[in-house]
């Protein structure tokens, strides 16, 4: 009761002090309770990381898997492993939220294959998959990430939001405050297309298929695309179309139990 009181408090003040962002709160919590809760539905029946890895090479003429033995990665994960040790202690954003090894793996492995001059993530928490991310855009020389996030209420922002992303890796990277739903739009309007995107934010139904759909007419030829916690609902699977994809599937996150994520690489602009 206490934690509602609090929470309650803090809406109201953000009425008064930022009426942008506390609209944005509002339809969050609404579409939040609308939409039925995780768990695995059926929906998907997910490969293993082989097999996922054999294909994703063979579209991108890349061999992926080489890419997951590289020496930087490897140091990485000690970095973002020491980064959370010491500090997640003290955030006010819950490590649940952090995406889990296999997917942020993943995410590396793509994003040293694909080269995106333009990457854009939704949902950051303490930052783990944009440090895989910008790791990998490093290692390539080029481009950049835009993350986009809504932290808790009450968060430290500048304290909590990121803290596993190095100082060293953080020129390529642009933190966005905000829904995807407000935020996103403004994003492609700047940067116009986009080769990666990975959507790890509110995950309902809803708003899964208004990310894809936003982002689906710029995403170019061959772009990644990887969405985490699809298990709920059918946004990802509606994505597994010729019309949309080359090639699609599910993976098993590694420590997240019954949880998957998708990836899909795109046969063309929609």
């Given at each position: 009761m206490k934690r509602h009181i609090t929470n309650f408090t803090q809406l109201l003040n953000l009425a008064l002090k930022n009426p942008s962002e506390f609209l944005d709160r509002l339809s969050v919590i609404f579409e939040a309770r609308i939409n039925p809760g995780p768990g695995d539905r059926?929906?998907?029946q997910p490969i293993m990381v082989?097999?996922?890895?054999?294909r994703l090479s063979s579209i991108l003429r890349s061999n992926v898997k080489s890419y997951l033995e590289e020496q930087?990665?490897?140091?990485?994960?000690?970095?973002?492993?020491?980064r959370l040790n010491t500090r997640a202690s003290q955030s006010s954003i819950r490590?649940?939220?952090?995406a889990d090894r296999?997917?942020?793996?993943?995410?590396?492995g793509l994003c040293r294959a694909r080269k995106p001059r333009i990457a854009i993530e939704t949902g950051v928490a303490h930052g783990v998959t944009a440090a895989y991310l910008l790791e990998a855009l490093e290692a390539n020389g080029e481009g950049m990430l835009v993350s986009i996030d809504l932290p808790p209420l009450g968060a430290d922002r500048d304290r909590d939001v990121g803290l596993a992303v190095p100082d060293r890796l953080r020129r390529r990277w642009h933190l966005r405050f905000g829904t995807s739903r407000r935020v996103l739009p403004e994003v492609l309007k700047s940067h116009g297309l986009v080769d990666m995107f990975v959507h790890d934010s509110l995950?309902?139904?809803?708003n899964m298929h208004r990310e894809f759909a936003t982002v689906a007419p710029h995403l170019t030829p061959g772009a990644i695309l990887i969405s985490d916690d699809i298990e709920s609902n059918t946004a990802f699977r509606e994505w597994l179309t010729p019309g949309?994809?080359?090639?699609g599937f599910?993976?098993?996150n590694s420590a997240k139990a019954g949880l998957l994520f998708g990836v899909g690489v795109t046969a063309k602009r929609a």
């Open positions: 059926g929906y998907y082989e097999q996922a890895l054999a930087r990665l490897q140091s990485l994960e000690a970095e973002v492993a020491s490590g649940l939220f952090d296999a997917l942020a793996r993943i995410c590396y995950h309902t139904y809803r949309h994809l080359i090639d599910a993976m098993r």
